[in-house]
């Protein structure tokens, strides 16, 4: 007895573990995405050579120090008929000297320089900080984005699974109804049109069921459809890198809540916008960088001044070294230092200059007019996405009314049906009515979490958290 209930306890562990590991929600689906999807990368080291860069032009203003020894070993030929100069104005004895001798030495040099007044390296450090920064918001940008696009990719995979379901449910109606038909026609309750009308509807059914699992879906200029089940997780798949068995991934809940956007103010989501927007900010950043650049460029007429130190030891270390500058000891050493005020100014450099500043004079205006647009832009996004979700709510509320009352006319239709009243003709468009407004609600749910995200994104304020929240209403 302890044995089977130890056995029943690892099946059901075994059973449930094994369709935890083969589910996957939203957030394990985001997770892979991070880990392999190429243009997150690209963007994450984009930034990260812009930080880099920023560090190397600080460097510019900081102190140099460079240092360099040597050690060499010299031959030296003597003519004594020849007088010799050695550290000295006096000449040399060469008495006693061999005229093929070497002496060794050995010296020690180091320089240190540090600008003290150098605007256009200052606004050239200035321009590359404000780039980094830009790069630091397109990459939290391209990250929100992601989030968005790969939780709709998501959401359009369960969308495109619910639409099978209800094609399926429709050709099983349908196919219920051609049996019904073909037998009344067999004993004379129904003609041959009741027939073929069955029939021609049913197979119109099945027809959409396979476009809609696999084909690819009829657009308009104005309203494009939704993707088929095919090409949904392709759509996903490009994100992570895997493809996804439909099956496995969770379905939202009928408990999510279809509610306005709160607080329930645009201006509120158009300041959220102003300050939290990665793409605006990224774009004043740039304009501030072309602006630094712009200054930088006139700034070159200004002087500059620098400091710089330098040290210089050297030693002859040999007999010969000795005896010709008069020591005992075969060495000699010498000692140097230096510290310099430096003053350039530059005045005029054929033209050159005057065409550098009008050219980053003209670059920052471009730059500027980009922010305004970009900030027009999402000025204007985030009003209509707060309009939408509102929409979004009445629409689904509109479509749920619409369900209950096309429900209650099939019943209808298909009571007076049976008896005779109703030909098959009328009850197969009712059914079809009802079918179009279950997708059509369906569609509204998931168009209104496509346009949650879409808010979150232009206001700049979707985060893992907001993930977490849609994934909570998974089972």
Same mark, same amino acid.
């Given at each position: ?33 991070? !880990? ?68 060794? @030495? ?7 320089? !540090? ?29 929100? %984005? ?66 809609? @699992? ?34 496995? /991934? ?24 102003? !300050? ?47 005896? /010709? ?9 010498? @000692? ?31 730059? /500027? ?60 468009? %009712? ?5 179009? %407004? ?38």
């Amino acid at each position: 007895m302890n044995k089977t209930v130890i056995y029943s306890f690892a099946f059901i562990a075994l059973f449930w573990g094994g369709q935890s590991a083969l589910s996957e929600d939203l957030l394990s689906v985001y997770h892979q995405g991070v !880990m392999s999807y190429p243009g997150l990368h690209q963007q994450r080291d984009a930034s990260r050579s812009l930080d880099a860069a920023s560090s190397s032009a600080r460097g510019a203003l900081l102190p140099t120090l460079s240092g360099v020894g040597a050690e060499s070993l010299n031959r030296t030929y003597f003519s004594k008929s020849q007088p010799v100069y050695f550290f000295s104005t006096t000449p040399v004895s060469l008495d006693g000297i061999h005229s093929n001798t070497s002496f060794e @030495k050995r010296s020690l040099n180091a320089t240190i320089s !540090m600008p003290l007044f150098n605007l256009p390296v200052w606004l050239t450090y200035w321009n590359a900080h404000k780039l980094a920064d830009a790069g630091d918001a397109t990459y939290t940008y391209q990250q929100q %984005q992601f989030m968005g696009s790969l939780a709709k990719a998501y959401f359009n995979v369960l969308l495109a699974k619910a639409t099978l379901a209800f094609d399926q449910s429709n050709i099983d109606y349908l196919q219920k109804m051609l049996i019904q038909a073909k037998e009344k026609y067999k004993v004379g309750l129904k003609t041959e049109s009741d027939v073929q009308q069955a029939r021609t509807d049913y197979f119109r059914a099945k027809a959409k069921y396979i476009r809609d @699992k696999s084909g690819y879906a009829p657009t308009s200029s104005t309203v494009p459809s939704p993707p088929s089940l095919t090409q949904a997780i392709e759509q996903l798949r490009q994100y992570t890198g895997k493809k996804y068995d439909e099956k496995t /991934l969770k379905d939202i809940k009928s408990s999510f809540p279809f509610v306005n956007p709160t607080p329930a103010s645009i201006e509120y989501w158009v300041n959220q916008a102003k !300050m939290h927007n990665q793409n605006l900010l990224s774009a004043r950043q740039t304009s501030r960088a072309a602006h630094a650049t712009a200054r930088a460029s006139y700034a070159v007429w200004i002087p500059q001044v620098s400091v710089s130190g330098s040290y210089a030891y050297a030693r002859y270390s040999n007999q010969i070294a000795a005896q /010709l500058v008069g020591k005992n000891k075969g060495d000699l050493s010498t @000692k140097s230092s230096q510290v310099a005020l430096n003053l350039v100014w530059n005045i005029f450099s054929g033209g050159s200059n005057f065409a550098s500043a009008f050219k980053a004079a003209s670059t920052y205006q471009a730059q /500027l007019a980009n922010e305004r647009g970009t900030y027009r832009q999402t000025m204007n996004d985030v009003r209509q996405d707060y309009l939408t979700m509102i929409k979004d709510t009445s629409t689904i509320e509109a479509y749920k009314q619409a369900v209950i009352s096309a429900t209650s006319s099939v019943n209808q239709y298909e009571a007076q049906y049976q008896v005779g009243t109703k030909d098959i003709t009328d009850l197969l468009l %009712q059914v079809q009515f009802l079918y179009q %407004q279950k997708q059509k609600l369906s569609e509204a749910k998931y168009q209104y979490i496509n346009d949650y995200l879409t808010l979150r994104i232009a206001s700049g304020l979707i985060t893992l958290a907001d993930l977490k929240y849609l994934n909570g209403y998974l089972a």
